[in-house]
């Protein structure tokens, strides 16, 4: 869009005070996780490639205690259960 020389001066360059307005927005968002899935075969081995819910625990247990001693970055544990971490790391493979 173009604006002639007077138009352009009529254009405030940055916001001022009553121009900007504030908004609180509220979400209510479900977590993702694997037992949103449990009874959902067909799902898991969609995201996952195992073929049930079980068989992702049964994998989740190989882990042993190793995946309950994770090192995060700057020591920012994530909001989410380890099993759920596990979950959504499959998704992402």
Do not use: W
């Not at 959902?40 to 001693?69: C, Q």
């Amino acid at each position: 869009m173009f604006f002639s020389d007077n138009e352009a001066d009529n254009i405030p360059m940055q916001p001022t005070l009553s121009s900007c307005a504030t908004q609180t927005v509220q979400h209510n968002l479900q977590q993702l996780s694997a037992k949103l899935f449990a009874t959902e075969p067909r799902t898991i081995h969609y995201y996952t490639s195992l073929e049930s819910y079980n068989k992702f625990l049964m994998v989740f247990d190989t882990l042993g205690s190793a995946a309950y001693k994770l090192q995060y970055y700057q020591d920012r544990k994530p909001p989410v259960t380890v099993n759920d971490q596990f979950f959504i790391t499959l998704i992402k493979l």
